[in-house]
């Protein structure tokens, strides 16, 4: 089962969850498949890696974003890895378990051992979100955008994610959750903010700039096209690079929508279009720190 990853700016390798080196072969005795219905890029892979790593025994696991499916390799402890994967509030539900082929086991652990070139793609995406982040939010405030504002919110919900992807390597379990938690509680506040924005702007009235609110749009498609380049340098075609594209649809839409709606408030004149995306993306990014805020240890 390959991993399937892909996003906004989507990872390109096999799901490892644990350290690899240190997993006891011999103790991954069974396999679980996972149906996550609301698995659609990178970033809620990360969220069940985290929920999975500190797992005793480990667990290694491998994720098909195309089919929206994880499967598990792990001891007598299913019950336990079924808590974690339905904790993400991914809609995980268990659709099969076997006796786990030592073949299989092999070929997964093998294909999950390409860590640094993990590392360096992460790095990469965590870096293009990050600055897009900071570019979308201060054009979205001089440009009186509610839609750039809530975009710019949806980069910094994925940055976030691969930082602490890249944070909670080697660390210990509670470390990392703190880590998680404290991301989903700052975007919980800043998607508050943004809400916040919308109803004043709604109530006292707006002039967003459409030009900028277009050009800003295009700017963070292209962005978004560029972590899908990263990503497809390392894999090797097929219907991986379909489900990437697939599943980017999420933030891609949402730069569309800005650059639709910076394209009514241009012919309508009215300020209505900026208020309704910038809700709709809000709502979205919301809905991603709630699932962080619900990760357990």
Same mark, same amino acid.
């Given at each position: 089962?390959?991993?399937?990853?892909?996003?906004?700016?989507?990872?390109?390798?096999?799901?490892?969850?644990?350290?690899?080196?240190?997993?006891?072969?011999?103790?991954?005795?069974?396999?679980?498949?996972?149906?996550?219905?609301?698995?659609?890029?990178?970033?809620?892979?990360?969220?069940?890696?985290?929920?999975?790593?500190?797992?005793?025994?480990?667990?290694?696991?491998?994720?098909?974003?195309?089919?929206?499916?994880?499967?598990?390799?792990?001891?007598?402890?299913?019950?336990?890895?079924?808590?974690?994967?339905? @904790?993400?509030?991914?809609?995980?539900?268990?659709?099969?378990?076997?006796?786990?082929?030592?073949?299989?086991?092999?070929?997964?652990?093998?294909?999950?051992?390409?860590?640094?070139?993990?590392?360096?793609?992460?790095?990469?995406?965590?870096?293009?979100?990050?600055?897009?982040?900071?570019?979308?939010?201060?054009? #979205?405030?001089?440009?009186?955008?509610?839609?750039?504002?809530?975009?710019?919110?949806?980069?910094?919900?994925?940055?976030?994610?691969?930082?602490?992807?890249?944070?909670?390597? #080697?660390?210990?379990?509670?470390?990392?959750?703190?880590?998680?938690?404290?991301?989903?509680?700052?975007?919980?506040?800043?998607?508050?903010?943004?809400?916040?924005?919308?109803?004043?702007?709604?109530?006292?009235?707006?002039?967003?700039?459409?030009?900028?609110?277009?050009?800003?749009?295009?700017?963070?498609?292209?962005?978004?096209?560029?972590?899908?380049?990263?990503?497809?340098?390392?894999?090797?075609?097929?219907?991986?690079?379909?489900? @990437?594209?697939?599943?980017?649809?999420?933030?891609?839409?949402?730069?569309?929508?800005?650059?639709?709606?910076?394209?009514?408030?241009?012919?309508?004149?009215?300020?209505?279009?900026?208020?309704?995306?910038?809700?709709?993306?809000?709502?979205?990014?919301?809905? #991603?720190?709630?699932?962080?805020?619900?990760?357990?240890?």
């Amino acid at each position: 089962m390959s991993s399937e990853c892909s996003g906004s700016c989507g990872g390109g390798q096999p799901s490892k969850v644990a350290d690899v080196a240190a997993v006891n072969r011999d103790a991954l005795t069974h396999v679980s498949e996972y149906s996550v219905p609301k698995m659609d890029c990178m970033a809620e892979e990360s969220m069940i890696g985290m929920a999975l790593a500190d797992l005793q025994p480990a667990v290694v696991a491998s994720c098909d974003l195309s089919q929206r499916r994880v499967q598990v390799f792990h001891a007598d402890n299913e019950s336990a890895v079924t808590e974690r994967i339905e @904790s993400t509030g991914l809609g995980g539900k268990l659709i099969s378990s076997a006796e786990a082929n030592p073949s299989d086991v092999d070929s997964v652990i093998g294909s999950s051992s390409s860590a640094d070139q993990e590392t360096r793609i992460l790095k990469w995406l965590l870096g293009i979100n990050a600055v897009m982040f900071l570019v979308e939010f201060a054009v #979205g405030w001089h440009a009186q955008s509610t839609g750039l504002l809530a975009d710019s919110l949806d980069m910094f919900a994925d940055a976030a994610v691969y930082g602490i992807a890249l944070y909670a390597v #080697g660390r210990a379990s509670s470390i990392k959750l703190r880590a998680a938690h404290l991301s989903g509680w700052l975007q919980l506040a800043l998607v508050i903010g943004a809400l916040s924005e919308v109803v004043r702007r709604f109530l006292y009235g707006s002039d967003p700039v459409s030009a900028l609110m277009m050009g800003m749009g295009f700017v963070a498609l292209i962005a978004n096209v560029w972590c899908l380049l990263l990503v497809s340098k390392n894999r090797h075609g097929g219907a991986h690079m379909k489900a @990437s594209w697939i599943f980017s649809a999420n933030d891609v839409i949402a730069n569309t929508g800005v650059i639709l709606a910076g394209g009514l408030v241009a012919w309508s004149g009215s300020h209505y279009p900026d208020l309704i995306i910038g809700f709709i993306i809000a709502l979205i990014v919301l809905s #991603g720190a709630i699932r962080i805020l619900r990760i357990k240890s």
